[in-house]
């Protein structure tokens, strides 16, 4: 699938197949097996298995500022649920969990970042 590119709104996914995540920013270009997002930037992620996820695998999505409103988690090829300990830490912190699968947070990614939404991404390869 392509998704457009909106402009302004920092990297978006432009697709996603078996083979990974197309990110496109503006002077970079790269594509992801597992992905890490956040409005300035994106990065190849190694993710535990979902059911082992715990709060030190997003940590460097954690540390941007402001703080992110919320997660989208990208749970795969299909939707699945996270821990509740993984979700009770992020909203510890004051970060909301948003679970889907991969390919509907890639959707929703460019969706809220097209809206200006403080949002972050971690998404588990299809």
């Known amino acids: 699938m392509r998704i457009e590119r909106e402009r302004g709104v920092g990297p978006i996914?432009?697709?996603f197949s078996q083979g990974g995540f197309k990110v496109e920013a503006e002077a970079f270009r790269g594509v992801y097996r597992a992905l890490?997002?956040?409005?300035?930037?994106?990065?190849?992620w190694?993710?535990?298995s979902l059911d082992a996820l715990a709060i030190d695998a997003v940590a460097p999505?954690?540390?941007i500022d402001p703080r992110p409103?919320?997660?989208?988690?990208?749970t795969g090829a299909?939707?699945?649920?996270?821990?509740p300990g993984f979700v009770r830490a992020l909203e510890?912190?004051?970060i909301g969990v948003e679970a889907m699968d991969s390919r509907a947070a890639a959707r929703a990614?460019?969706?809220?970042?097209?809206?200006?939404?403080w949002v972050v991404g971690a998404l588990y390869p299809l």
């Open 13 to 15: 996914i432009t697709g």
């Open 36 to 44: 890490l997002i956040w409005p300035e930037g994106s990065a190849e």
């Open 46 to 48: 190694t993710p535990p």
């Open 61 to 63: 999505l954690l540390t």
């Open 69 to 74: 409103e919320f997660l989208l988690l990208g």
């Open 78 to 83: 299909t939707m699945q649920r996270p821990s």
């Open 92 to 94: 510890a912190q004051g």
């Open 109 to 117: 990614w460019a969706a809220l970042r097209g809206e200006g939404r």
